[in-house]
């Protein structure tokens, strides 16, 4: 059915009424909408026209038919849904209560004053041993070997602790001379601390031929106080570095010139006995300091 454009069924709602206000029945069912609620010019708003009521039913349908058809999940959801079933079952259990030990890492002050109590108590008990060249200063057995990192730092603690005193420090190098190896075990087997064979774990330091332990002894003498005490009968150190050694407590062997080997009048050659098994003589300087 073709509308022609004049006619009054395409404008029928922008009918003007009659002047006279002798409009019939039939134009005014026609101006009148069927909805009193349609008010507006265009269809933006045209979700505002369904009544709340049909609204309400339509979410209640929804929700009710929504178990019948359960919507899929994604592939992200299934992975990370996977991913929370395998951590759940891949924790370990938890301990029971009771049975979790609260373990206190700081300790009390008291503990710790009755530790160094214990330590010094124990250092003056020990007897004074007879240690080569160790009356009048301090000996230290240590090693400069990097290869056991914790026994390096270790004796590099210990040195640096000792020097700060000014007193003379007399470092036996085990690594430079394998005499100081044979001499420190001899000295702990005649306290009580070993035997012979045993090994020697450094560094040891011995104070005026009294010994006082290991690295971990020094550290909490140095820290309550007590070591500068076992200082005290020492004589002050000669400032400087030893112009014959250069502080390095060795010389270079004359005889053989640090090969450790003599040439023999028939072409041979012998063992020097002169020097160490490195070609080195210990400093007659530093031994007199």
Same mark, same amino acid.
């Given at each position: ?53 049909d ?22 959801q ?18 029971? =209560?009771?049975?979790? !030990?609260? $373990?206190?890492?700081?300790?009390? #002050?008291? &503990?710790?004053?009755?530790?160094? %109590? @214990?330590?010094?108590?124990?250092i ?28 390096f ?9 000792? =020097?700060?005193?000014? !007193?003379? $420090?007399?470092?036996?190098?085990? #690594?430079? &001379?394998?005499?100081f190896?044979? %001499? @420190? ?63 390095f ?41």
């Amino acid at each position: 059915m073709i509308i022609p454009v004049d006619s009054p069924q395409m404008w029928r709602y922008r009918i003007k009424p009659n002047l006279n206000g002798s409009n019939n029945s039939r134009s005014r069912d026609r101006r009148i909408p069927t909805n009193p609620e349609f008010n507006h010019q265009s269809l933006k708003d045209i979700q505002s026209l369904f009544p709340q009521d049909d609204n309400h039913n339509h979410n209640s349908n929804t929700t009710q038919n929504e178990p019948s058809s359960p919507s899929q999940k994604s592939v992200f959801q299934r992975v990370h849904l996977a991913n929370k079933i395998t951590r759940a079952f891949s924790r370990p259990k938890p301990e029971p =209560q009771e049975n979790v !030990v609260q $373990v206190n890492k700081s300790t009390p #002050a008291c &503990d710790q004053s009755e530790t160094f %109590e @214990i330590t010094r108590k124990s250092i003056k008990s020990e007897p004074k041993v007879k240690v080569p060249g160790g009356d009048k200063r301090v000996v230290v057995y240590m090693t400069s070997i990097r290869a056991v990192r914790s026994t390096f730092e270790a004796c590099k603690t210990v040195r640096s602790i000792l =020097q700060g005193f000014r !007193v003379p $420090v007399d470092e036996r190098d085990l #690594a430079m &001379d394998s005499a100081f190896s044979d %001499e @420190i075990r001899k000295i702990m087997a005649q306290i009580g601390h070993g035997y012979n064979g045993k090994r020697v774990e450094l560094p040891r330091v011995f104070i005026g031929g009294r010994y006082i332990g290991g690295a971990d002894e020094v550290l909490e003498l140095h820290e309550m106080g007590e070591l500068k005490k076992f200082m005290a009968g020492l004589p002050a150190a000669t400032p400087g570095v030893c112009k014959s050694c250069g502080d390095f407590r060795f010389n270079l062997c004359l005889e053989c010139n640090g090969s450790h080997k003599c040439h023999l009048e028939d072409g041979g050659f012998t063992t020097c006995m002169e020097c160490n098994e490195n070609g080195l003589i210990r400093c007659t300087s530093c031994l007199c300091d």
